[in-house]
Nanobody
Framework: QVQLVESGGGLLQAVGSLRVSCAASGFIFSITAMGWYRQAPGKQRELVATITSSGSTNYADSVKGRFTISRDNAKNTMYLQMNSLKPEDTAVYYC?????????WGQGTQVTVSS
């Protein structure tokens, strides 16, 4: 059974930093591309960043230069380091993994940035 568990969200002020994590199980993490998405109130879920099994990364324009996605295959864990946070980064952040022919999602972790 695929499980994705996000953690590390919180409430912080603008220009602060935060790292969220996604612990994965139930599939071969090391060969699976992973991604972070977010959904703000009243908006559609949007892609934040992706990372391939080999570590190549891709970012939404809105977070380039501020966010860094990474993975630790030994720990089956993916991270999103968020710096210079803005109020518009406020959202629920979700971990995504395409595994066993399906898209899998975690429960999400809330990140709230106050101005």
């Amino acid at each position: 059974q695929v499980q994705l568990v996000e953690s590390g969200g919180g409430l912080l002020q603008a220009v602060g930093s935060l790292r969220v994590s996604c612990a994965a199980s139930g599939f071969i993490f090391s060969i699976t591309a992973m991604g972070w998405y977010r959904q703000a109130p009243g908006k559609q879920r949007e892609l934040v960043a992706t990372i391939t099994s080999s570590g190549s990364t891709n970012y939404a324009d809105s977070v380039k230069g501020r966010f860094t996605i990474s993975r630790d295959n030994a720990k089956n864990t993916m991270y999103l380091q968020m710096n210079s946070l803005k109020p518009e980064d406020t959202a629920v952040y979700y971990c995504n993994a395409p595994a066993w022919g399906n898209d899998h999602w975690g429960q999400g972790t809330q990140v709230t940035v106050s101005s």
